[in-house]
């Protein structure tokens, strides 16, 4: 659940969301996305959490790996689709990681 | 709830956890923590979720700014309780953003 990344650098796009009332379709899209984001050539990975505000970071090997990610066809549905109907606001960020360090209490 | 950034570049700290189950203080201090970071030269924003996994992603004008809170001494001590209490694992991303574009359905 959380990502295994390579060495840095590499790049995180972080997705901030704020959700509408409307259900519809929602769930089944954002399985899907995450899904078909992982086919992509140069995913790296992805987290994501919701309680109000939701935040998803998916991570890529590059920049070009994220713009070919933004301009699949079938997540250029899902983001019209977003605007019009499950998102209130949303932020995109895109990021260049370049420094990272973890803890993992069963290998302390 | 999705952090008011300034134009781009600007720093994001990703700190994504998976939690013990230890609860005890983790409420106070998470509150206290995002208090005391917003005091910070330098802080920007703040952004949380948790369903499973956690995802706080803070935003800095510079890399100073994430070292000296880094280094701050009440998160020194938050970050060992962290390691000896209420985290399983973490992983701390710290990324340059580079670009940034948003969606607001009051401004649409």
Redesign the interface.
Known sequence: ???T?PSVPYY?V?F???R?DIDQGYGDMAERMVALAAEQPGFLGI?????????T?SYWQSLEAIKAWKAHAEHQIAQKT??SDW????????????????????A?
């Not at 987290?47 to 935040?55: K, Q």
Request: proline letters at 0%; charged letters at 35%.
């Open positions: 659940m959380i990502a990344t995180a972080i901030t969301t704020l509408t987290e994501s959490a919701r309680d109000g505000v939701g935040i970071v977003g605007r998102y209130r606001q949303y932020k995109t960020r895109i990021a260049k990681v370049e420094r990272d360090y973890g803890f993992d209490k069963d302390a």
